[in-house]
């Protein structure tokens, strides 16, 4: 279980740099450059992602129950992490009313997809795991609401929805239908 934390305290804490302190993240920038904000950010985003996938796996043999999911709940699991697949596609998709509506898709997706697995897994390692993605995504999104809303510069577009809505999809389709299975040998559909 310590490797899975470690792992969530680099990952998360890296991509907490802004919810904690903006202006320390612009000096950090300025002071290094760039390239090399981005280089060290990645890096560290790779070793935590890395720690957090390993000590996942490792924490989930023999993990112990804090609930048992109720049988319904696993069922809207099936709903929310599909939207978040969309919200999440909508980041990188153009600009459409699903982004400029939400503002931030990709975080929003992140706490959809965590609250679905929280409502579908009661172990231990699966609660320190999603519910350490969710409580970070619902304060990411809160932080960033106060921050002023991405500038894209861009009319939102009926093909940015259409396409978000399409790819996300397909992604989770192609979860469902084995890739999940294959990765975490869990298949969500029972």
């Not at 490797?3 to 740099?17: C, R, Y």
């Not at 043999?61 to 319904?72: C, E, F, I, V």
């Amino acid at each position: 279980m310590i490797t899975l934390i470690i792992g969530l305290f680099i990952f998360l804490g890296i991509h907490s740099f802004r919810i904690v302190s903006d202006a320390g993240r612009a000096a950090a920038i300025r002071r290094l450059g760039e390239m090399r904000f981005k280089g060290a950010y990645s890096i560290l985003s790779l070793v935590g992602l890395v720690l957090t996938v390993w000590g996942y796996g490792w924490a989930r043999d023999g993990q112990g129950m804090l609930y048992d999911p109720l049988p319904g709940l696993k069922h809207v699991a099936l709903v929310l992490v599909p939207v978040a697949f969309v919200l999440v596609a909508a980041a990188y998709t153009p600009t459409g009313r699903i982004k400029t509506t939400v503002r931030h898709p990709m975080v929003l997706g992140v706490a959809l997809w965590a609250l679905g697995h929280l409502f579908a897994n009661g172990g231990t390692a699966d609660v320190v795991l999603f519910g350490a993605f969710f409580v970070w995504a619902v304060v990411d999104y809160l932080n960033s609401l106060g921050r002023s809303a991405p500038v894209t510069g861009e009319t939102p577009r009926t093909i940015g929805d259409v396409a978000a809505v399409v790819a996300g999809l397909v992604a989770a389709a192609v979860f469902l239908g084995g890739l999940h299975r294959w990765l975490f040998d869990v298949s969500p559909l029972g």
